[in-house]
């Protein structure tokens, strides 16, 4: 069985405090690793595929890397309007569908 | 850009009622999925479905059905809504395997 853990559960950053997000991750093999963002009381917005180790995908202030355990979501100088769930979702090629795994999410709050 | 919309944004019903949640993507994909988000739970997967007329069950499927009459409509109905299924309902599409899920913005259902 696929399983996605996250951590922290939540995080409180200063303005421009640099941090680090991860997401470990059991399956039995990866087709790919996403990552999401979500606002309270909205759907989750799509912001990076990973699909080998290796990998890094950069958006703005974010990075995500990927090794075969776990994955990071890098968060640079961060502002206020980056507040928000984080989520870590992966594909395994066993399932043969479409499907994902979600873990229960990063909460980060970065006040001014 | 990927658009899917979610019929209403808050839903109020009692119990017993059925239920109709409407989902719509306009970019033509093949699998759409539906979740529930509940607190300390994460997003866990109720039904998708890959093609028209085609369905498979997910993790929670118990008290739930679906229709996908075209293509780019997918329905979830909760046959007599109960409250225990009070949740946050997103629904999802996706291109095919290996690629992202894009998300609507959510139906709060209450059920009292």
């Known amino acids: 069985e696929d399983q996605v853990t996250q951590s922290p559960e939540a995080l409180r950053l200063q303005e421009g405090e640099s941090s680090s997000l991860n997401c470990s991750y059991t399956?039995?093999?990866?087709?790919?690793l996403f990552w999401y963002r979500q606002d309270p009381g909205k759907g989750p917005e799509f912001l990076f595929t990973?699909?080998?180790a290796g990998e890094e995908k950069e958006k703005e202030r974010l990075k995500a890397t990927l090794t075969k355990k776990e994955s990071f979501l890098h968060i640079t100088a961060p502002k206020p309007e980056d507040s928000a769930t984080y989520l870590c979702?992966?594909?395994?090629?066993?399932?043969?569908?479409?499907?994902?795994?979600f873990g229960k999410g990063t909460m980060l709050l970065v006040s001014p | 850009d990927v658009k899917v919309t979610q019929s209403s944004r808050y839903l109020v019903k009692r119990t017993g009622e059925k239920v109709f949640l409407e989902c719509v993507q306009d970019?033509?994909?093949?699998?759409m999925f539906w979740y529930r988000q509940d607190p300390g739970l994460g997003l866990r997967l109720i039904y998708f479905?890959?093609?028209?007329?085609?369905?498979e069950k997910g993790d929670i499927p118990e008290g739930y059905s679906v229709s996908r009459e075209k293509k780019e409509r997918f329905s979830l109905i909760l046959e007599s809504a109960s409250t225990n299924q009070t949740s946050m309902y997103l629904c999802?599409?996706?291109?095919?395997?290996?690629?992202?899920?894009?998300f609507g913005p959510g139906t709060r259902l209450t059920v009292t």
């Open positions: 990973l699909y080998s």
């Open positions: 399956v039995s093999g990866l087709r790919g």
């Open positions: 979702a992966v594909q395994d090629y066993g399932s043969g569908y479409s499907t994902l795994t």
């Open positions: 970019m033509d994909h093949e699998n």
């Open positions: 479905s890959y093609d028209v007329k085609m369905k």
């Open positions: 999802a599409s996706s291109l095919g395997t290996g690629n992202e899920q894009y």
